[in-house]
């Protein structure tokens, strides 16, 4: 609004402006008037809210509540118990608006990703479909200066006609059509969205005051306090049975959390049991909590848990009915497997080749895993602070990985640096006598081909070499990473510099980028036995923890009692409570 007034010439800063109250209303304080034409002001601030007000329509999720008038005429956004799956669908939406960054970056953002889809799809069925490969490998390697890839190799025909790869091209077909199924789904559900989001653009920027622009900056706790703020000043009004009508930032939260602080808890108790028995001897690896594994999870759990009040569904503690839904998911995983690998497969290469060719010591660096960021994750902790949290710890991470130096791996790759660099030297001196050399052969391949290649071997095998002059202080490393992590095992304490435990840091929680996608990519061919064998297993586990661990909240609904730190069932004296869980 103000900015508005300030637009039209209503709103000067000049030497006579003073602080107005807005109705005598302690929650407007700080907003200036020009004192010479405070009433014209007012009129055009009072006439600006009813014109917002007639052609404003309730935001996504709120589309059942009543708008009536209160005592003074004004338009009065009105909520009852009977919209809390609305609330929750509301707060939601309102994040994914703050994440997204406004109605215009949340729309770019779902138009770019159906067009990456798109153009994966076209390029992983051009490359599997219509080019010869042995043509490649023979006829244009041969002559490849008189080779035309297009004209010579690329061949346009129906796949399933006559073709002697009738079973390669029938499954890649059938990948083509299961992919191009998903990209319609999400062309349709951005169209279904659109409305929504579109009307949530509306309240953002007449009930808050924020427009698309200002979500750039903008952040999340300046957007509950304004939410807080309309509920006040009685924009916004929720009447609740039991329970005061503004909902404060730890309503908003726990309505937004409510199913993500559940698996928080369940992570943190060893309740949701991932463990492949053979695998994790071979692999040493106790958790196979891929992103596959865990949007099977929600299915299976969370999308069958509450009802329309966000109750804990009675059918939900049927252990048997938990069981057959993972067994049924993991029938069908079975057999969307490879086409969900050859999928991921086409776009890891897609989207990281030409980053690993200019930058092959890409290769040695690390990121946090699926697993690691469920397990650092605290309660009510909403996903972009976590995500701040594990970005700040990244740098202190690598220092602490970096104490462990591999002797036997840093003298390999000192000896393959020497050995290449010489041999790079040498194509490089060929270059300085004559640029025309470089297209002289070397056996079968130009000298520019292998100073390109002998760069890329260089590069990848510094990246292993060890950082010289560095203290070996891994208690130090580890305090700092701990810091922002919040994550220290009692096992760790004043142990960080025992192997085993640099090992399950690296091997859980910090993997390399390669093995993090190698782990995705063999997860989905896994993601059907996890669901079956441990998951299934687990399925007991899951609805005790579900059934010990749920408070209702008088406005909100059911909720994770750890996550409202009820201390009567989860509290230790040692720590500070009052009395020990029961």
């Not at 600006?48 to 004004?74: I, K, M, Q, W």
């Not at 492949?276 to 299915?299: G, P, R, Y």
Request: net charge negative; hydrophobic share 45%; proline share 3%.
């Amino acid at each position: 609004h103000l900015a508005q007034l300030a637009a039209e010439g209503l709103l000067e800063e000049d030497d006579e402006s003073e602080t107005l109250l807005l109705d005598n209303d302690p929650t407007q304080k700080g907003v200036l008037f020009p004192r010479k034409d405070t009433n014209a002001t007012r009129r055009r601030f009072d006439a600006l809210e009813e014109e917002e007000e007639d052609d404003f329509h309730a935001p996504p999720g709120l589309s059942h509540a009543a708008v009536r008038e209160d005592g003074d005429g004004d338009s009065v956004d009105d909520f009852s118990d009977d919209d809390e799956e609305n609330l929750d669908r509301f707060f939601s939406r309102l994040y994914q608006q703050f994440v997204g960054k406004g109605f215009l970056g949340i729309l770019c953002a779902r138009i770019a990703n159906a067009l990456i889809l798109l153009f994966t799809i076209w390029m992983s069925g051009f490359l599997l479909l219509c080019v010869d490969w042995q043509c490649l490998r023979t006829t244009c390697a041969e002559n490849a200066e008189h080779c035309d890839i297009v004209r010579d190799c690329v061949v346009i025909q129906h796949p399933l006609r006559g073709s002697k790869r009738f079973i390669k091209d029938a499954i890649v077909c059938s990948y083509l059509a299961l992919a191009t199924a998903y990209l319609c789904w999400n062309m349709a559900r951005l169209v279904h969205d659109l409305p929504e989001l579109r009307e949530m653009q509306e309240f953002c920027r007449k009930k808050l005051g924020l427009s698309d622009r200002e979500f750039w900056t903008v952040t999340w706790v300046e957007i509950v306090e304004r939410l807080v703020h309309v509920q006040e000043t009685g924009a916004l009004r929720l009447n609740r049975k039991g329970r005061s009508a503004v909902l404060d930032e730890r309503d908003i939260v726990a309505r937004i959390m409510r199913k993500e602080n559940y698996l928080i808890g369940m992570i943190n108790k060893d309740v949701v049991n991932t463990r492949l028995e053979l695998l994790s001897i071979l692999c040493k690896k106790d958790a196979w909590l891929t992103k596959s594994v865990q949007s099977n999870f929600d299915l299976a759990v969370f999308n069958w848990m509450f009802d329309e009040k966000f109750h804990v569904r009675k059918d939900f503690y049927d252990v048997e009915a938990l069981r057959r839904r993972f067994k049924t998911l993991a029938v069908v995983n079975f057999f969307l497997s490879p086409f969900l690998a050859i999928f991921m497969t086409f776009y890891f290469v897609l989207h990281n080749a030409e980053r690993f060719y200019h930058q092959p010591s890409a290769v040695g660096t690390r990121e946090w895993s699926s697993i690691g960021f469920w397990r650092m994750r605290e309660f009510n902790e909403l996903p972009h602070f976590a995500r701040w949290r594990l970005t700040a710890a990244h740098k202190y991470a690598s220092r602490y990985v970096s104490q462990f130096p591999n002797p036997i791996t840093d003298i390999c790759a000192k000896f393959v640096t020497y050995i290449v660099g010489a041999f790079a030297a040498c194509a490089l001196l060929l270059a300085l006598v004559d640029d025309r050399l470089l297209n002289a052969y070397i056996g079968n391949r130009d000298v520019f081909w292998l100073t390109a290649s002998l760069g890329a071997v260089l590069a990848t095998s510094r990246a292993f070499i060890a950082e010289e002059n560095v203290a070996f202080e891994p208690n130090l490393a580890i305090a700092r990473v701990v810091a922002h992590t919040h994550h220290f095992p009692k096992h760790w304490r004043k142990s960080a510099h025992k192997l085993e435990v640099k090992n399950e840091f690296t091997n859980e929680l910090f993997p390399l980028k390669a093995t993090t996608f190698f782990d995705e990519l063999i997860g989905i061919f896994l993601c059907p036995f996890v669901l079956w064998y441990p998951l299934s297993d687990s399925a007991g586990d899951i609805i005790e923890f579900v059934r010990n661990s749920t408070s209702r909240v008088v406005g909100i609904g059911d909720v994770c009692s750890l996550s409202v730190f009820d201390f009567s069932k989860h509290g230790n004296k040692r720590y500070g409570a009052n009395t020990n869980a029961r």
